[in-house]
């Protein structure tokens, strides 16, 4: 099947490699020229385990291109996926421009039958407006081309993606088209061998379907994070909390563990859409607030932590900075935890000795060079010589500590734990001040 994807953002370049790597021959487009030309190349510009392989093997296979010509592309597919950016504007509606752009494109270059998806994550009613988009350009030229534009929302972790689009729970399609329907079956039967995971229902409904799924489990995470709040008060450990209420079925195991607050570019960006598109339709959503106001409050809670273990004085210390990236396997600072940490930490006159497995190129490419950033090479770097450790990300390589080995490298034994890692039992035995989230400290 002749595939079209739009954008080789995350999402599109996960689309595009994956739809190729299962024999769909597919064609990404991006105005960005130098990023195709390394593309081209087999240079990947994001950090996802797994897709530079996939991207090498299909491109060499022929069965993945890369162009910046949007009339070469639209002229290939049949199916046009749009899987372009739509940031927050000033107010946290998501900003449709160049969603909108792609959609006059197509309008402009097409002679055949489209069915245009929508793949990246948009508010209710975008599919009319991209509908609406590429029937005015048709009419511009005096073209009566048929076509039909779905909802075809993302499911996809950052870290995870390829197993999470190849294996995804369902595939979720909104169109009230037979030929869409038969279209996207065909698009998408390669994944569905052991049994169905297509689920159709009408465009808004899929449109709704993405933002109601990333702010359920954003307040499942802030639900959480304020127990965990609660917790500390209490004297009770969070933990024992997490597994109690986990077993039950009806609630799970997944995305109840407390932390330092969600960040990425998806349930900030998405919860903030979702209760913008509630006031615009004159709805209070005092949930979805909550859910934004627990989590920029939980984003404090390292810096307030370390703070309270120095007795409100950081200035002239340093700390140690495990964990830079929203959440492992990725290099993605973007809202992430370790972010405010280090900027509160600096405001306070304190120094950073910090260490991400992957985001290091990513903190420096915001922070720059700076007398109070120190760029470790390894996490035993970061905490020599340090006089506080704070665990941000929860990546594998942190997942162990031998806190009598920390002692010797740290001039205080003060360990602020921002993703309940370790046993307190542990840190305490060897003589550390220990605060995790919600563990009764
Ligand atoms: C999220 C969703 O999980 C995907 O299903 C969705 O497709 C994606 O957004 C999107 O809209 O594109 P992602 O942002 O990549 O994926 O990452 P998650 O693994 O969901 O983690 C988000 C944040 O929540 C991280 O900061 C993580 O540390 C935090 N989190 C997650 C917790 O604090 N506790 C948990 O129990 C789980």
């Known amino acids: 099947m002749k595939i079209t994807v739009f ?46 392989d996939v991207v090498k093997r299909c491109v060499s296979e022929g069965t993945l291109n890369f162009t910046t010509s949007a009339a070469e592309g639209v002229a290939h597919g049949t199916v046009q996926f749009i899987a372009v950016g739509t940031p927050p504007d000033e107010d946290g509606a998501a900003d449709l421009q160049y969603v909108v752009a792609v959609a006059k494109t197509i309008g402009q270059h097409m002679t055949d039958y489209k069915v245009v998806v929508d793949k990246s994550t948009v508010p209710v009613g975008t599919a009319e407006k991209v509908q609406a988009a590429i029937a005015g350009e048709l009419a511009n030229r005096g073209e009566a081309i048929d076509f039909d534009v779905c909802s075809n929302p993302e499911f996809l972790k950052e870290g995870s993606a390829l ?51 990333n702010a359920m489990l954003a307040t499942k995470i802030s639900f959480m994070n304020e127990m965990s709040q609660m917790a500390e008060r209490l ?22 563990y407390p932390g330092c607050g969600y960040g990425g570019s998806c349930f900030p960006k998405d919860v903030k859409a979702l209760a913008r598109t509630a006031q615009d339709i004159g709805y209070n959503p005092e949930l979805l607030l909550a859910v934004e106001n627990v989590n920029e409050r939980q984003k404090s809670v390292l810096f307030d932590k370390v703070n309270k273990a120095f007795d409100g004085d950081l200035k002239g210390k340093t700390i140690a900075v495990w964990g830079l990236s929203f959440k492992p396997n990725t290099d993605d600072m973007r809202e992430a935890p370790s972010r405010n940490l280090m900027e509160s930490l ?56 031998d806190f009598d080995w920390l002692k010797q490298q740290l001039k205080f034994s003060v360990v602020v ?11 305490k035995a060897a003589g550390f001040l220990y605060y995790a989230v919600g563990r009764g400290d």
Not at 16 to 45: E, F, M, S
Not at 176 to 197: F, G, L, T
Not at 387 to 393: E, G, K, N, R, S
């Open 7 to 52: 954008g080789t953002g995350y999402v599109g370049l996960v689309t595009g490699a994956c739809l190729a790597d299962v024999g769909h021959n597919v064609v990404c487009v991006d105005i960005d020229q130098a990023k195709i030309d390394k593309l081209k190349q087999g240079l990947i510009p994001i950090f996802e385990p797994g897709i530079e």
């Open 163 to 213: 197993e999470d689009f190849t294996k995804g729970a369902r595939i979720i399609v909104g169109t009230d088209s037979e030929r869409v329907q038969e279209v996207m079956q065909e698009c998408y039967a390669p994944y569905m061998r052991n049994h169905n995971k297509l689920m159709f229902m009408d465009v808004r409904a899929a449109e709704f379907t993405k933002y109601a799924a």
């Open 235 to 256: 004297s009770v450990d969070i933990e024992h909390v997490r597994e109690g209420i986990g077993s039950d079925p009806r609630i799970g195991y997944h995305f109840i």
């Open 346 to 401: 600096w405001a306070a006159g304190a120094k950073v000795r910090a260490y991400d497995p992957e985001a290091m190129e990513e903190t420096h490419r915001i922070y720059g060079d700076r007398d109070d950033l120190a760029f470790c090479e390894h996490r035993n770097e970061a905490v020599a010589g340090a006089d506080a450790l704070v665990i941000c990300t929860e990546w594998k390589a942190f997942r162990t500590l």
């Open 417 to 427: 734990d921002g993703r309940n890692l370790y046993n307190p039992e542990d840190a």
